[in-house]
């Protein structure tokens, strides 16, 4: 094995059969357990459960508070069973308040009520643990198939964080033109990534660009006097695909995947017909894999007086190679979490913009910005499906676009989709679980083969790594999806590949009994679904 | 490994279990089923009083693995609900032809019992 030149220069390993550089992978191999520096200072590697300064760290005390006896560890505290676990909130510190009068009737109101009262350090302490026990993108990679959890470079938020970005909403048209500026151009570099005529900037996610897509199709089909009442979408699709189709008032028509994961020609042709509004398709879809047929099938859905919807949930995998207006798309959404870089919405601010061909444009929701003799102006489109959220969108997200976009440029943008496939093909590579579909691109879904895949993700949080999305897509046995994405360095995937082979090694029961080692343990799914405890406070049980 | 398929009922090639006793019927889902699902969390079924439809869903098993709906076996008014699943969904798990039971219905067409499947040929499907 070679050294690395940080060994070389600061010391020498003490046991040569059990070296091993920093930064490689604990877990294919044994850590050294010591080196000398060549100061002569000799140090010990902390292993799990030791301390540097050479002795075993004690696993908990107990502590006479004066007011009652606590073990204590870390920051976690021991039952009457010994079991270690997290202290909730209200047992750190509470308070009981009174009530005072209240104008509502009285059996809506309490007497009293207990408050959790941490002095402000326990309160910073509290969070930080919680954040602690956390794993997040930037605590190591992060390869869920399908989310893109990508790393979000901090210079898109120190863009987003600039005082001059925060304008009020409400400001007239005229006192805004830099901003309004900046929504133009970003309109336009989407439409251009995209190939699209015209893009709006509004749904405030990539769910809500769903919807806000398939609700101007339907706008061009009532426009038309056109009645449809179906859209066709693959098994292999993404969850909100038929979400977005159910809600829109439309019968969901699912599309079974052929032999080789790609769309099935025949049963598309037998699928579409005069009913069918929209076809909604990924491409490279959920198995990574290309649609090599898309101007075939495209073809299909328009002889059929059907659209064709892309889901931009993949396009990281395309940028600046392919685009899915030259596919024949008529309407698209972009994740500009996945595709750019901001953070998932989860639930609070994203941004899921719409692109649409030139004859949809009339469609799009209010407001829109263009350019008007050198002045740049809000206005609503003739046809408009209406307000889908509001003023300028969610304006961080997309600021966050905009800087990643200008940052990268032409470039730098074809050169994320090449390191997000190169990415994902040299993972693949390095694992040993089966990889049944291919050739992928950004993505891929291995198989658990005989071990259960959520066994085997639970035990990768014990090698330390975030799992990939499981059991999904259903094409292939105890799926894997995994999508390492363009901002992994080899090094980070080398660890991820040691942690999925050191799972692919281990026993039915290390798995049934994984994890093990990270702050919650194996949770008791059933027990947590059927009696949920949703409260800061502790519940008695009952 | 082998499934209980009890003689004495009619099956649906979706999974569900009819046991006919003159006009009125038990419902519920069989032992492949609660195994194939696993750990059931959540059942949602219709009220007294409401009618099914024979072939249509009249209900959803929620399992940590999965939702599913379930289908009617036969047509009719349901006459009691198996109200303690609503708090132990894990009946269903533990005795699904049992304790587990779903509903009872006045069965409307007493036809509709031989489009059923007979245990011999549920026991071929899931095996």
């Known amino acids: ?542 | 490994m082998s499934f209980d398929v009890p003689d004495d009922l009619r099956y649906l090639e979706s999974h569900e279990w009819v046991r006919v006793a003159g006009d009125t019927a038990e419902i519920g889902i069989t032992a492949f089923a609660q195994d194939e699902l696993g750990d059931v969390v959540f059942v949602e079924l219709p009220e007294e009083g409401a009618e099914l439809t024979a072939g249509e869903d009249f209900g959803v098993v929620e399992s940590i693995k999965a939702v599913s709906d379930v289908y009617a076996p036969v047509s009719g008014t349901v006459t009691a609900v198996n109200d303690r699943l609503r708090d132990e969904p894990e009946l269903l798990n533990e005795d699904p032809f049992g304790d587990g039971w779903m509903l009872e219905v006045e069965v409307a067409d007493e036809s509709e019992t031989a489009d059923l499947l007979s245990p011999d040929a549920y026991r071929d499907q899931i095996e």
């Open chain 1, 1 to 542: 094995m070679p050294q690395t030149s940080s060994s070389r220069r600061s010391g020498r390993w003490r046991n040569d059969t059990r070296r091993t550089a920093f930064g490689e992978t604990p877990w294919d191999k044994p850590r050294p357990t010591s080196f000398t520096l060549d100061s002569g200072v000799s140090l010990r590697l902390v292993l799990l459960g030791e301390t540097p300064w050479d002795k075993p760290r004690p696993t908990s005390f107990t502590l006479d508070t004066g007011v009652s006896r606590v073990k204590y560890d870390q920051a976690r505290w021991t039952d009457d069973s010994d079991d270690l676990y997290e202290p909730l909130l209200s047992e750190k510190a509470s308070k009981t308040v009174d009530i005072e009068d209240s104008p509502l009737p009285d059996d809506l109101t309490r007497d009293s009520l207990s408050l959790p009262d941490p002095a402000e350090p326990e309160l910073a302490r509290h969070y930080t643990r919680l954040s602690q026990m956390n794993y997040g993108v930037e605590s190591g990679p992060f390869p869920l198939g399908s989310c893109t959890m990508k790393y979000n470079p901090s210079f898109t938020e120190d863009v987003a964080a600039r005082a001059d970005a925060a304008i009020h909403p409400d400001r007239p048209d005229s006192t805004v033109q830099g901003t309004l500026a900046l929504c133009h151009r970003l309109q336009d570099y989407l439409g251009r990534i995209g190939g699209m005529d015209a893009v709006t900037l509004q749904p405030p996610a990539g769910a809500a660009g769903e919807f806000t897509g398939i609700q101007i199709a339907k706008a061009y089909h009532d426009h038309n006097d056109d009645e449809r009442s179906e859209v066709v979408i693959p098994d292999s699709a993404h969850g909100t695909n038929f979400a977005t189709a159910a809600m829109a008032g439309y019968e969901v028509v699912e599309l079974p995947s052929g032999d080789d994961g790609r769309v099935d020609i025949e049963a598309l042709e037998a699928a579409v017909g005069d009913d069918t509004a929209a076809l909604m398709l990924t491409n490279p879809n959920t198995l990574g894999l290309f649609e090599r047929d898309i101007e075939h099938i495209a073809d299909i859905v328009h002889d059929a007086g059907g659209l064709l919807y892309y889901d931009g949930a993949n396009l990281n995998a395309l940028l600046g190679r392919a685009r899915p207006g030259d596919m024949g798309f008529d309407v698209m959404h972009y994740n500009v979490h996945k595709t750019f870089a901001t953070p998932h919405g989860g639930g609070g601010p994203g941004a899921g913009p719409v692109g649409v061909r030139e004859e949809l444009a009339q469609f799009l929701p209010n407001p829109h910005v263009r350019e008007r003799g050198g002045n740049y102006e809000h206005y609503e489109p003739d046809h408009s499906i209406g307000k889908i959220h509001g003023f300028y969108g969610n304006w961080p997200v997309l600021l966050k676009t905009f800087a990643y976009i200008a940052r990268l440029g032409d470039e730098g943008l074809r050169d994320a989709s090449a390191k997000a496939v190169l990415n994902a093909n040299y993972l693949a590579e390095q694992i040993e679980y089966e990889v049944p579909f291919g050739p992928f691109h950004h993505e891929f879904v291995a198989s658990a083969g005989e071990q259960d895949a959520a066994d085997a993700a639970k035990r990768m949080l014990d090698y330390g790594v975030h799992p990939p999305t499981t059991k999904w897509p259903e094409i292939v046995d105890e799926a894997l999806m995994t999508e390492p994405t363009e901002g992994e360095t080899k090094r980070s995937l080398d660890q991820l590949a040691a942690a999925f082979n050191a799972v692919a090694g281990d026993s039915d029961a290390e798995l049934a009994d994984a994890p093990s080692r990270p702050a919650a343990k194996r949770i008791d799914q059933a027990t947590a679904a059927r009696n949920p405890r949703l409260s800061w406070q502790a519940l008695d049980d009952t």
